[in-house]
């Protein structure tokens, strides 16, 4: 059975996004602002198509529009662009990077109840957001 996120979620927790986003090459400045926003998502699901809209507040929105098993363009936290292929693990959805890093940078979304958990790893950092549903 396919797990449904849809829906609009709104950031609650987030534990270690720093050092996540150090990990990333994020920059201090940035990495210092983007701790202070909180931001909202909306996730749109129809099966496997799935379209994710990251509103970040006084920043931007990202969008993220894509097929499981199917490579999109998408954008690093530095805005680098770069090409990612989402796949299911149970209910899982694996956000994996095509050209592969040292060390890997994965991102996990699982849903909890009525909330949206997301991992975000980069080698040994590791960053958990908890989304709640709105």
């Known amino acids: 059975m396919v797990v449904n996120f849809a829906g609009k979620y709104k950031l ?4 270690n996004f720093d050092e996540y986003m150090k990990a990333m090459g994020v920059g201090l400045a940035m990495r210092k602002m983007a701790g202070l926003m909180s931001p909202s998502c909306e996730v749109t699901q129809d099966g496997d198509d799935f379209e994710i809209k990251m509103n970040v507040p006084m920043v931007n929105t990202h969008v993220q529009k894509f097929k ?32 592969k890093t040292d060390p890997p940078h994965q991102i996990v979304r ?15 950092a590791v960053c958990r957001r908890v989304f709640k549903r709105t």
């Open 68 to 99: 499981i098993g199917e490579p999109f363009q998408d954008l690093a936290p530095t805005g680098e662009k770069i090409m990612v292929i989402v796949s299911w693990d149970g209910d899982k959805l694996i956000f994996d990077d095509v050209d």
């Open 12 to 15: 609650s927790k987030s534990e």
């Open 110 to 124: 699982e849903l909890d109840g009525e909330d949206m958990v997301v991992k975000c790893i980069k080698g040994d």
